[in-house]
């Protein structure tokens, strides 16, 4: 049985089984200086019903990596090498654009970083969710809108008949921001990724929306994909983490292995220059160096030229992405941890 609201069967995936599979994702811009190769095989899991933080610095592919998920990556100048991108026993990147627009919104949504570029300015807020329904599930212009007013007091935007009118700009960050999850959940998706879904707000806001998230994420069995540089965030909503850095998974495990586990020098390193109470501020931890061209990456391990433990194999070959622990997985040739 079917419902109208989901467009789901009972026959769902049982928790805790591969929902989604990124395998060997590369992805490249070409641009007037050159090929950007901005993700290099890639491998991550999202399973039924979990939450999947990924962190890494400003540049090192993880918006790039969803974007590739929902085939969002402008072509050109980017352009998806290889790789392949599962769901429900499909290849995202074999399907037709048509196919691939009845996936979006409604099996895979994403919230974008930034509300007020992400809504329609002509449109009001209800007119955006109420598109929602119409395009995925037929329904009826007026009953689209009245189910756009349900989704916006699940979301808890007070008097939502009224924002429900409301265009973008005469809604606050928040209230945009929860406008964008009641359209991202309207037709209840097997995935959420969420792409810096704080940024813009407020300490106060940022755990409103976050607490949001996982309320709904609850009710709805769904799964979320975290993207963030925020590890708190991470400790908090996420039950496994991938690290990435360069265009690269280097760390990948249940959060609180790597949190009191991590294998990689670059977790080591983000790990160590997060403020924390038990811990003095002088001894925050500074990773040396700059994050650098993805045109220009050393040869060998791309954090080579930045880590504290490298040798010379480092600098001479690339470091296979190997077990650590239990479902913990690292991309480096140290065979204990120095710290």
């Known amino acids: 049985m079917t419902d109208h609201r989901t467009g789901l069967t009972s026959a769902a995936a049982k928790a805790g089984d591969p929902l989604l599979e990124v395998d060997g994702l590369s992805v490249s811009f070409h641009l007037l200086e050159g090929v950007v190769p901005a993700v290099a095989g890639v491998d ?3 399973n039924q019903g979990e939450v999947l933080g990924i962190v890494g610095e400003s540049g090192c592919g993880k918006s790039v990596t969803a974007k590739s998920v929902m085939r969002l990556i402008p072509c050109p100048p980017g352009r998806i090498d290889s790789g392949r991108v599962l769901f429900q026993g ?13 996936i979006r919104g409604d099996k895979i949504s994403m919230i974008f970083q930034e509300p007020m570029t992400s809504l329609n300015p002509a449109f ?3 007119d955006q969710i109420a598109e929602v329904f119409r395009f995925h599930r037929g329904t009826k212009k007026k009953e689209a809108f009245e189910l ?3 989704e916006l007091k699940r979301v808890e935007i007070p008097d939502p008949g009224k924002r429900a009118r409301s265009y973008p700009h005469q809604l606050s960050g928040g209230m945009r921001q929860r406008a964008m999850i009641a359209i991202a959940l309207a037709c209840r998706p097997r995935i959420l990724i969420a792409d810096e879904p704080t940024t813009a707000l407020d300490v106060t806001i940022q755990a409103q929306i976050l607490h949001l998230i996982r309320q709904l994420q609850a ?7 975290l993207i963030t540089h925020n590890l708190g965030l991470v400790a908090a909503m996420a039950d496994r983490l991938v690290i990435m850095y360069a265009g690269r998974v280097v760390e ?5 292995d790597i949190f009191a586990d991590h294998f990689h020098p670059y977790t080591h390193g983000l790990l160590r220059s997060v403020p924390r109470l038990d811990r003095p501020a002088e001894e925050l931890m500074e990773i040396k160096g700059t994050v650098p061209k993805l045109t220009e990456l050393p040869a060998g391990c791309p954090f080579s030229n930045r880590c504290q433990q490298v040798m ?5 070959h690339a470091p ?20």
């Open 44 to 46: 991550l899991v999202v």
């Open 90 to 102: 499909s290849d995202l990147l074999e399907l037709s654009e048509a196919e691939m627009a009845g």
């Open 124 to 126: 009001t807020v209800g």
């Open 148 to 150: 756009a007013v349900e």
């Open 219 to 225: 009710e709805i069995g769904m799964s979320v994909m």
């Open 252 to 256: 990948e495990g249940p959060v609180e």
């Open 312 to 316: 010379d194999r480092c600098r001479r």
């Open 320 to 339: 296979e992405f190997k077990e650590v622990g239990p479902g913990h997985r690292s991309r480096c040739w140290l065979e204990r941890m120095p710290w």
